[in-house]
């Protein structure tokens, strides 16, 4: 099993930028296709990225690609999202996520592992 906590969450205006972190623990990072969805009040979680187990694919939902960017360190037993150009339709809450095998998938229940989520909120 794999516990997921997500951090820097906030408060940004129009244009600028946040970077979201996912530490993990419990057992081997290196095991886990790692993502990251999003989810407003009242609709459906979405997809927003996700990397591969070696961190050499990387894949993009089509309103973040351009301006987001995932990464993981393995030292570290983190992924990360880089956010920048934001706007205000990306205001929800960012959850992490952990696939355990070697595919990734936009679906939220190909997910085995889910963190707690951190809210972003872009003002206009």
């Known amino acids: 099993q794999v516990q997921l906590v997500e951090s820097g969450g906030g408060l940004v205006q129009t244009g600028g930028s946040l970077r979201l972190s996912c530490a993990a623990s419990?057992?081997?990072?290196?095991?886990?296709?790692m993502a990251w969805f999003r989810q407003v009040p009242g609709k459906e979680r979405e997809f927003v990225a996700a990397?591969?187990?070696?961190?050499?694919?990387?894949y993009y939902a089509d309103s973040v690609k351009g301006r987001f960017t995932i990464s993981r360190d393995s030292a570290k037993n983190t992924v990360d999202l880089q956010m920048n150009s934001l706007k205000p339709e990306d205001t929800a809450v960012y959850y992490c996520?952990?696939?355990?095998?070697?595919?990734?998938?936009?679906?939220?229940?190909?997910?085995?592992?889910w963190g707690q989520g951190t809210q972003v909120t872009v003002s206009s």
């Open positions: 419990g057992s081997s990072f290196n095991l886990y296709t």
């Open positions: 996520a952990a696939i355990g095998g070697s595919y990734y998938s936009r679906s939220t229940d190909q997910y085995h592992y």
């Open positions: 990397i591969s187990r070696s961190g050499g694919s990387t």
